[in-house]
């Protein structure tokens, strides 16, 4: 089984400050592991993922995230944010066994 | 390109009543189909998925179904709504190393 805890449901920055969320999963398994984030009446979007290979992934509007495995974690950051940045974001999961396991997610607002 | 497609966007319905909403998949043959809900203040709740026609598996005792016709398409329903039905349905399907792919998402008020 997999579960996925994020730390923080609310998470407020000021505009060009450095965006840190922090996931940590626990897996019986090598995890498969995503960050999503979901605007305002809508779906989820895929930021990025990471699967094997390099444990520093580049996702999309400039986000990125570190796998630690000694850590059991999964931070996602980005350098400096974007009044656009503020959103929800889900990290998720998976163990192979077709389903995602999502943290409760965590609420971004973005300060002028 | 791979796209979902949810409908309807919004849905008032009264309590008791039937429901229907429904899921379609371009672009990709044999997907995993997932269906979400996400109440109020409560994340998302896997509710059915699907790694085939016909196959379907419940993660929530409920007053909800599913059902997946063809290939590349899915359906919730239920034949009675109740106000805790209430929520934002969230369609989606897997590509890859099992990420998933969302629709736009239906709201369903019951009143």
């Known amino acids: 089984a997999q579960s996925v805890t994020q730390l923080g449901s609310h998470v407020s920055v000021s505009e060009g400050a450095l965006v840190l969320l922090r996931c940590n999963y626990s897996s019986s398994v090598p995890p498969y592991l995503f960050w999503y984030v979901q605007y305002p009446n809508q779906g989820l979007q895929l930021l990025l993922k990471?699967?094997?290979?390099?444990?520093l992934v580049k996702g999309i509007n400039g986000f990125e995230a570190e796998f630690k495995k000694s850590e059991t974690s999964f931070h996602l950051t980005k350098p400096s944010a974007h009044m656009s940045d503020a959103a929800e974001y889900f990290c998720a999961v998976s163990g192979g066994d077709y389903k995602l396991s999502f943290g409760a997610g965590t609420t971004v607002t973005v300060r002028a | 390109s791979q796209t979902i497609h949810q409908w309807p966007a919004t849905l008032v319905q009264p309590v008791g009543s039937p429901l229907s909403l429904e899921c379609t998949v371009e672009?990709?043959?044999?997907?995993?189909l997932y269906w979400y809900r996400q109440a109020a203040g409560r994340g998302l709740q896997l509710l059915f998925y699907s790694i085939g026609i016909g196959q379907i598996s419940s993660e929530v005792p409920q007053n909800l179904s599913a059902s997946r016709p063809q290939d590349r398409q899915f359906i919730l329903s239920s034949k009675k709504l109740l106000l805790s039905d209430s929520g934002f349905y969230l369609c989606?399907?897997?590509?890859?190393?099992?990420?998933?792919?969302f629709g736009p998402g239906t709201r369903l008020t019951v009143t």
């Open positions: 672009g990709t043959s044999n997907p995993n």
């Open positions: 990471y699967t094997t290979g390099a444990t």
């Open positions: 989606a399907f897997t590509r890859g190393y099992y990420e998933q792919y």
